[in-house]
């Protein structure tokens, strides 16, 4: 059984450092494309961009470049998803999905969410 | 980058109406089209992927059609369970745009 069990909610203050994690089982995590899946409180979906464990390509959403930085370590089976300087608006849910494989690669498998607070 | 609108933002239907929701993608995105559900508190669910293929599992009352910039979901007898928002996403594009999503409740 594929299992995606995400790092726990986290609250923190603008101008921190974060890093949330996502640790999979029951597949060959390097050989599926690994992402993330932002939620705002009461909004919709919003794609921010997934990596290949294997060889570790990633391909951002544009909005997100620069913004974030998500990785992946194939010898503990971990994406993660990761902060340099957090503000207000990162408040959100964070989903991480592991993609179908091509040529279909939407996310069949989510993980349980992390809720990320920001606030002063 | 692509957009995508859905309509309508909200519906009210009855258990056993059928239900039609639209997507329509500001351009060609072939049938690199996916539809998720999900209901409050809970993460979303894949139903449909390129564009009309039921993923394993799902009720066989849902259904996905369309390609190029219009498509629909129908659910054709809703049933009780089926009260959720429901996203397309292409993913023809790296950006991976979603749908603002629309939400069926009960009429």
């Known amino acids: 059984e594929v299992q995606l069990v995400q790092s726990g909610g986290e609250v923190k203050k603008p101008g921190e450092s974060l890093k949330i994690s996502c640790k999979a089982s029951?597949?060959?995590?390097?050989?599926?494309?690994v992402g993330w899946v932002r939620q705002r409180p009461g909004k919709g979906l919003e794609w921010m961009g997934i990596?290949?464990?294997?060889?570790?390509?990633?391909r951002y959403n544009a909005a997100f470049q620069g913004l974030v930085t998500i990785s992946a370590d194939k010898s503990i089976n971990t994406a993660y998803l990761q902060w340099s300087s957090l503000k207000a608006s990162v408040t959100a849910m964070y989903y991480c999905?592991?993609?179908?494989?091509?040529?279909?690669?939407?996310?069949?498998?989510w993980g349980q969410g992390t809720l990320v607070t920001v606030s002063s | 980058d692509i957009q995508m609108t859905q309509s309508p933002s909200t519906l009210s239907a009855s258990v056993g109406d059928r239900v039609t929701i639209t997507c329509r993608a500001s351009?060609?995105?072939?049938?690199?089209l996916a539809w998720y559900q999900q209901k409050p508190g809970r993460a979303p669910k894949l139903l449909i992927y390129?564009?009309?293929h039921l993923q394993g599992g799902v009720p066989s009352r849902f259904s996905g059609s369309g390609s190029g910039t219009e498509f629909t979901l129908t659910i054709s007898s809703l049933q009780p369970d089926d009260f959720a928002t429901y996203y397309c996403?292409?993913?023809?594009?790296?950006?991976?745009?979603f749908g603002q999503g629309t939400k069926v409740d009960i009429k």
């Open positions: 996403q292409e993913y023809i594009s790296y950006s991976r745009i």
């Open positions: 029951g597949y060959n995590f390097a050989r599926h494309w």
């Open positions: 999905v592991r993609l179908l494989p091509e040529p279909n690669p939407v996310p069949l498998d």
């Open positions: 351009q060609s995105i072939n049938t690199f």
């Open positions: 990596t290949y464990p294997d060889d570790l390509d990633m």
């Open positions: 390129k564009a009309s």
